[in-house]
């Protein structure tokens, strides 16, 4: 399955659903710690919280964050698995042409990055 699956056709969540337990995982093997997720995740509620108000501000703060990612996954080789996921589902997000779409899209972004905190958790990732 795909990122751009999830973020296009997946309309009920259930690939997204099986994707982000299968990348906490991966996250949990690779020793990330949930401190390093919610590094980037308090990042991401911010931008979220603009996004109804200021969505160009907040469109460009979503594509910064991965310059900012790209940076932490050199200095943490953990964060690695998780920049390649969010950096493919904030492309997913930037290529959806109309408004709607892309708030649909932004919304399935959250989603995605929700259920991977939460099955990190979940499968014993540490603190």
């Known amino acids: 399955m795909s990122i751009e699956t999830i973020m296009t056709k997946d309309q009920y969540g259930n690939e997204l659903v099986l994707f982000a337990r299968q990348t906490a995982q991966t996250l949990v093997r690779n020793k990330l710690t949930r401190s390093q997720i919610r590094n980037i995740f308090t990042e991401v509620r911010k931008i979220e919280s603009s996004w109804n108000t200021h969505k160009e501000d907040a469109m460009r703060r979503l594509n910064m964050l991965k310059p900012k990612m ?9 964060v690695k698995e998780l920049e390649k996921v969010l950096s493919q589902a904030i492309d997913q997000v930037s290529e959806a042409k109309e408004s709607p779409e892309r708030d649909r899209r932004f919304r399935v972004f959250m989603d995605l990055f929700e259920a991977i905190l939460a099955y990190h958790r979940a499968e014993g990732g540490r603190n």
């Open 70 to 78: 790209a940076y932490q996954s050199e200095r943490t080789p953990s």
